[in-house]
């Protein structure tokens, strides 16, 4: 089945700094890639998603690249703010084949963003 | 306003005493599943559900049952539960299936002593 691994387990920036977090998928048959963000005490909610046939996307001050031949993408921050402060996971999803439906998550970054 | 409905959002209970969590959701979506949340595994996937009277499992079903009956409701069953299955349980839906935004609800936490 799929297996993804999200780096670092934990992140401290500046304020204004940039933030990078990164996930790497074992199964080639990923198509679909999303970022959810957690703050404290609340539910995860989706910040940004990407599709195999796409290789970046770009929302404000958030990106997400994909790289499919090296099985990787990654969530991009720029001009972090206080309350980018929250746990991010990253995860992958197949549309087709065996496993259709399963959704495998990252082990989650905490993301501290001090003023 | 739409919305995923989890209950209760805290309970407490004993090994062996079977419980139920329900989850509901008005966005008519396909697609509704279970995940729990451990400190350092992040967001784990318990089963999964791509229509009424379709359910599959996810990476951690053991322990765990759930039915899809009507679209809209989606319960999380432990039959005899142990202390192993204490954690945050969250319900989410989606329009199609696993491969479109998810919509969490505010999640439950389970202890079982």
């Known amino acids: 089945g799929e297996n993804v691994e999200q780096h670092p387990s934990t992140l401290s920036v500046q304020e204004g700094d940039s933030a990078v977090i990164k996930c790497t998928y074992s199964d080639s048959a990923s198509n679909y890639f999303p970022w959810y963000k957690q703050e404290l005490g609340k539910r995860p909610q989706l910040i940004i998603d990407i599709r195999s046939n796409v290789g970046e996307k770009k929302d404000q001050r958030i990106a997400v690249t994909l790289n499919k031949t090296a099985k990787h993408f990654s969530l991009h921050i720029t001009e972090t703010q206080p309350e980018d402060s929250a746990v991010y996971f990253c995860a992958a999803s197949r549309a087709g084949g065996t496993s259709y439906g399963k959704l495998t998550f990252g082990q989650g970054t905490i993301l501290t963003v001090h003023p | 306003e739409a919305q995923v409905t989890q209950n209760p959002r805290y309970l407490i209970t004993v090994t062996g005493k079977k419980l139920t969590v329900t989850c509901s959701q008005n966005m008519n979506h396909e697609y509704m599943s279970w995940y729990r949340q451990d400190p350092g595994l992040g967001l784990r996937q318990i089963y999964y559900?791509?229509?009424?009277?379709?359910?599959d499992k996810g990476d951690v079903p053991e322990g765990y049952k759930v039915s899809r009956k009507e679209k809209r409701n989606f319960p999380l069953i432990l039959e005899s539960p142990s202390p192993n299955q204490t954690s945050l349980y969250f319900c989410?839906?989606?329009?199609?299936?696993?491969?479109?935004?998810?919509?969490f609800g505010n999640g439950t936490r389970l202890t079982v002593t």
């Open positions: 559900s791509m229509n009424v009277e379709v359910t």
């Open positions: 989410a839906s989606s329009w199609r299936d696993g491969n479109s935004p998810l919509h």
